[in-house]
Every structure is written in structure tokens, then in C-alpha cells.
């Protein structure tokens, strides 16, 4: 079982907290304000009422032998910063942190956070992208430069096989699943024909990803 030391429970840090708890992990949610605690106190292994800002406290709550200690201050810099030096002075194996913007992000990964996410930043590129392109039902970004896709069947795709097609040499892309009348044939067969009416979710990166968008 993986275990979790959550500190900063606001929206970000509290859904993270559920979450890896649902997981089957172990979670100890630390915030200073006793009514976020008692909020999340059933939700997770353990939540307590302590100042993140005191390396004692921290480690007296033995936060060293957590796996992975997750700073979700977002609103205090000096905050954040202090609890993410903590827990790498305390030898937390890795640190992952929320950042309210890039001069953030930037001063937490000298410290030495191993990841630094900026959620309304990523939430924002995320929707940009599936908004771009009016065909795209559902986005997925898997890395700055992969993602998955689903997409209404191109008309020009009807009543031709996989093979036919030939996606992956002539656009680079592949697809992992067809969506049709409420039901998913996951790694269709090269035999397989598209219809219309038919929903793909298509994995590629995304200069081969728009290129689909077009047709």
C-alpha cells in the first residue's frame, strides 16, 4: 500500500487527499484549519490539525515515512515553500506541489519539488484544446506533446475497413476504440468498418491528431 502525507486542504488538496484514499492508499491530511480536518477527518487514514510551516511538527507525525508528500498550498508562497523544504529536508522520496503560477512553480522545483503542477493553467490548456476544434467531443492529454481523442466518424471514413483505412501509416494515429449505438468494441479488428454514427477514440499525437480534425 502506497502512502500519502496531504498538506493544504483546500479544493485541490482535498480532492486529492479522497482520491488516493478511495485508491486503497494510505492517507494523513495535515491543514491548519480544524474545520477542513473535520470535513475530510472520515475521508482519509488520518487528518490532523497542525502548522506545516514547523518541521518538528512534521516530524513528529513521522511525515519521513510516507512515500510521497503532496504540498497543495496554493495561496501562500511562503507557505508552500517552507512546507516543500520540510519535507525534503526530512527525506520525503518525492514531493509533488501546487502552484499558483510559473514564478511559483519555478521557485518550488529549486527546492527540489520532483513535480510541480499548476492546476487552473493545466485545466485551462486542457479545455482550449478540446474547444479549438468544434468536432472534438473529449480530450485527453497524455504528455505536452501525446493525447487521445474522440471523434464523430469522418464521413469519408463510412463503409471502409480498418485496414482500408490505414490510419496509422497514412496519419499517424491509431485507434483504440469504436463507440456505437452505446456500446464499445475496444482494439477493433482490422476487418472492422466504420459507420455512420460511430464515435472513435483515437490516440496520437497532436500534429496527427489535428490532421484527423480535418478531414
Not at 496531504?6 to 495535515?30: P, Y
Not at 475521508?43 to 516530524?59: W, Y
Request: charged fraction near 25%; charge should be negative; proline fraction near 2%.
Amino acid at each position: 500500500m502506497k502512502s500519502y502525507v496531504v498538506i493544504g486542504l483546500g479544493r485541490f488538496g482535498s480532492e486529492a487527499a479522497i482520491r488516493l484514499s478511495q485508491q486503497g492508499c494510505e492517507v494523513l491530511a495535515i491543514d491548519a484549519n480544524s474545520n477542513l480536518i473535520q470535513h475530510l477527518s472520515n475521508e482519509v487514514t488520518q487528518a490532523v490539525v497542525a502548522d506545516a510551516r514547523d518541521k518538528d511538527v512534521l516530524r513528529a507525525l513521522d511525515v519521513q515515512s510516507f512515500d510521497c508528500g503532496i504540498v497543495a498550498i496554493g495561496n501562500s508562497l511562503s507557505d508552500s515553500v517552507l512546507a516543500t523544504m520540510h519535507l525534503k529536508e526530512l527525506n520525503v522520496p518525492y514531493i509533488v506541489c501546487k502552484a499558483h503560477d510559473e514564478v511559483h512553480s519555478q521557485v518550488l522545483k529549486k527546492l527540489g519539488a520532483d513535480k510541480v503542477v499548476i492546476p487552473e493553467k493545466e485545466n485551462a490548456a486542457r479545455l482550449a484544446k478540446s474547444l479549438a476544434s468544434s468536432n472534438v467531443l473529449d480530450y485527453i492529454e497524455l504528455s505536452e506533446d501525446y493525447g487521445i481523442v474522440e471523434v464523430p466518424a469522418p464521413k469519408s471514413w463510412h463503409e471502409k475497413s480498418l485496414k482500408d483505412l490505414n490510419v496509422r501509416a497514412k496519419l499517424g494515429v491509431n485507434i483504440l476504440a469504436v463507440k456505437r449505438e452505446g456500446k464499445i468494441n475496444v482494439s477493433p479488428s482490422a476487418d472492422f468498418a466504420i459507420e455512420e454514427g460511430d464515435i472513435l477514440v483515437i490516440l496520437g499525437d497532436n500534429q496527427a491528431l489535428r490532421r484527423v480534425q480535418k478531414l
